[in-house]
Each structure stands twice: as C-alpha cells, then as structure tokens.
C-alpha cells in the first residue's frame, strides 16, 4: 500500500507552509492531490513517493550531473 502524506506532513518535509503546497499542487508544479471524498472540503493527501520524486528532481536542478 502507497504511503500518504497529509498536506501539513508534506509542507513539513518540505519547509513550506500547507496552503503554499496547494498553491503548488493547484498550478500544476506539485503533484496532485488525492481528495478522500466528494466534498470540495474533504481531506487531501499525497503520495509520498511522489512528494520524494518531485523534490529529487529539484536537486537534480540545482546541481546537474556534468559528463
């Protein structure tokens, strides 16, 4: 089973704040939310390993590999 971050847990990992990670997953520069009912209030969360992949390959920016 996939692990899922609430979106206070993935700001934490990331130093931002909740709301500033929606702003992200919302433009499209974050990965998507998984909304856990119909609601337009209902709980997100988001795939960890996701959240893993996209900050990598913020890394991977800042620093690329030279051949």
Avoid: T
């Avoid at 971050?5 to 702003?23: I, N």
């Amino acid at each position: 089973m996939r692990q899922l971050l609430s979106k206070r847990q993935a700001a934490d990992r990331l130093g931002y704040h909740p709301e500033h990670v929606m702003r992200l997953s919302r433009a499209g520069e974050f990965p998507r939310a998984v909304r856990l009912g119909a609601s337009p209030n209902c709980a997100v969360r988001f795939v960890a390993d996701e959240v893993e992949a996209w900050l990598s390959a913020r890394i991977e920016a800042r620093d690329p590999v030279s051949a």
